[in-house]
């Protein structure tokens, strides 16, 4: 359909049926049947005929939505059908926080492509993903949903899912559109308290929050959603200068749609007297689709009584259809749904390959004080532990019942290394309960095995939306079981599962080797098995600090210097410092950090002049090699430190990175461009520039900085 078709289609619509493009339902509502609920009940309304459905589970029931839609729609304007796809649909890879630690763009784009592959077969044209909220608060159980506590890692693997879902045709039958979420700063909570206000100066929101989201706008995403957040007393779905920053700085033109119910929600915020002033006050901030609270129902007479301009009506309108015509709905309403296909790609070989190699890339090797790999021959091995035997490792944002696909931990050992003589052993779970009744046989089965693989870690529904903790500890009797299962047996791997950064100071003193595998997804088995005994190199870097102790929280690596900075190292009692009297400043494990079964040595930093203006950049080259026996991979970073400016600078902030394979041996130059533009930042005053001064460059990782080397930036005087 033409753009002067779709005006000509617009002027034949009542109030009624414009406001109807704008208002979304719940697929299992309309249907009265359907597993994916992820907002609060409300009844159907089956006397409003709405633009866009959410929440369907299958081809048929999205095709059974789509032409029972096109029965009673007068002008036949097909419905939008979406879908929350966030890290995979009947394929799921590694939650977006592990993702984030594979630092690998290209793997992220092609976990995109599969996911988009399954959910379009599935019915869905637009997914609510990907989720870029920065977080750097674990209390907040959606920190598992984004990929990172950096602002640059976050976009880049954003946008790389983005490119991967898309696509470069929106009307190919296995490509979806996103929905970049949650605009803005949802991760920035007060206390880590789910849905809690944000206070935000403007400085630190656009350096260190909007920046992800406007890569992933960048690379190409059709739709915002607004967050469930006030943004400095405003609520987002509200708020104007928001829609500002998205429609006249960024020029964003396509469908902005609220969070679940959240325009209705604006009378909880106090911010609304009723529904008319809901209304009012959304589309007064540009919210184009009001998701399930129904408020726009009430568009119609708010047109007639002039509260609202028809034109403002009308702009949203064609947003809606523009993005339905950009999907090829109007000529082909169904996209791609289609049952067989999904029987065709749903968990095919390629998939479950692609997700295995996620898994993999992601986890993170914490600690190993030389037992890892295991041995081929490893004699008995005791798998304990609350994930032992248990299929629940996809993760929050799993469609429901997605376990039943899950590789289990035994199943995994028993298909990569068949020999292995092993038994399993629960010992706790990974909840509340603290019932250690099972820890006893447990510790036996420890004690008469050679070999201990300990699983810990928290149970998956503990993270995700609405699932706050006010502790980062390990559920239950976790730390009962480790503690004794140690003591038995030294020769103990552990081995983490869990959503959000935990407190692991106390395991990371005793514990020998410590894999940490976040939620890695359905083939967690095979990928935790691989990795073990060495099929799988381990190559995962942090995306996120993981704190020494809750009190540290929010905790990331970009901090500032203070005024009062203490020394390093970062041991002891400082008086009159930025310091704390009972625990260091720095994080357990910083970002950026992992290891590999092989060693790196970075030899060298060099850049290509001492003094570089900015006009010409400044190239930086690092010189790797692989001192090992076997080959891995390695993210090499890039750090930067501007040492005077008007705004207090990091100490560190990563400004590139590349991951490369290096072969036993082998070195490699990783060659790195730096620009101006990079350098900038935002001062109290608005102002995105950069200062000319010196600047400290430097590799390995965050708080284990190497050859750092100080340069000068000149600047072209303003004339
Ligand atoms: C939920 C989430 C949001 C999700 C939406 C639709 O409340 O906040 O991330 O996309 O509702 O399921």
Known sequence: MKQEELWKLLGEMTLEEKAGQLIQLDGRLILGRGDRQTGPETENRPDLLPGSVLNFDSAEMARELQSRHLSEDRLKIPLLLMLDVIHGHRTTYPIPLAMGCSFDEGLMEECGKM?????????????????????????????METC??????????GAALVRGMQGEDLRAGDRVAC????????????????????????????????????????????????SFNTLNGVPAVASTFLRRVLREEWGFDGVIISDYNAIGELMNHGVAEDEDDCACLAMGAECDVDMMSLVYARLPDLVRSGKIPEAALDAAV?????????????????????????????????????????AEESAVLLKNEGILPLPGNPGKVALIGPFATDAHLNGAWSRPGAEEDTVTLPEGIRQVMPGVELRTARGCSAEWNV????????????????W?????????????????????????????????????????????????????????????AILDMWFPGQQAGPAMARLLWGHANPCGKLSVSLPWTLGQVPLSHNRLNTGRPKPQPDTGVFPFTSSYLDAPNLPLYSFGNGLSYTEFVYESLETDREVFSDTEGLTVRIRVRNAGERPGKEVVQLYVRDLVARVARPVQQILDYRKILLQPGETQEVVFRVEEKQLRFWDAEGNFLSESGDFEFSTGWADHLLHTKRVQMTKREAV
């Open 435 to 450: 019932d250690p009744s099972g820890i006893a046989e447990a510790v036996e089965l420890a004690r008469q095995s050679d």
């Open 179 to 226: 929905c970049v979420k949650h605009f803005a700063a949802y991760g920035a909570g007060e206390a880590g308290r789910d849905y809690n206000r944000v206070d935000l100066p403007e400085n630190t929101l656009r350096e260190q929050y909007l920046p992800a989201y406007r890569a992933c706008l960048e690379a190409g995403a059709r739709m915002v959603m607004t």
């Open 318 to 358: 064609m947003r809606v259809l523009r993005l339905k015509q950009e999907l090829g709905l109007f000529e082909n309403p169904w996209h791609g749904a289609d049952p067989e296909t999904e029987k065709r790609v749903y968990l095919c070989e390629a998939h479950r390959e692609t997700a295995r190699r996620a």
């Open 115 to 143: 996911a988009a592959r399954e959910a379009a077969a599935c019915g869905v044209h637009v997914t609510f993903a990907p989720m870029m909220d920065t977080a750097r608060d674990p209390r907040w159980g959606r920190i």
């Open 452 to 512: 201990v693989i300990l699983t810990l870690g928290e149970a998956e529904w503990l993270s995700g939306e609405g699932r706050s903790r006010t502790e980062l500890s390990f559920p239950g009797a976790q730390m009962q079981l480790f503690r004794e299962i140690l003591a038995v047996n030294p020769r103990t791997v552990v081995v983490l599962f869990h959503g959000r950064p935990l407190v692991l100071t106390e395991i990371s003193r005793t514990a020998p």
């Open 148 to 157: 990172s506590e950096d602002p640059l890692v976050n976009g880049r693997m």
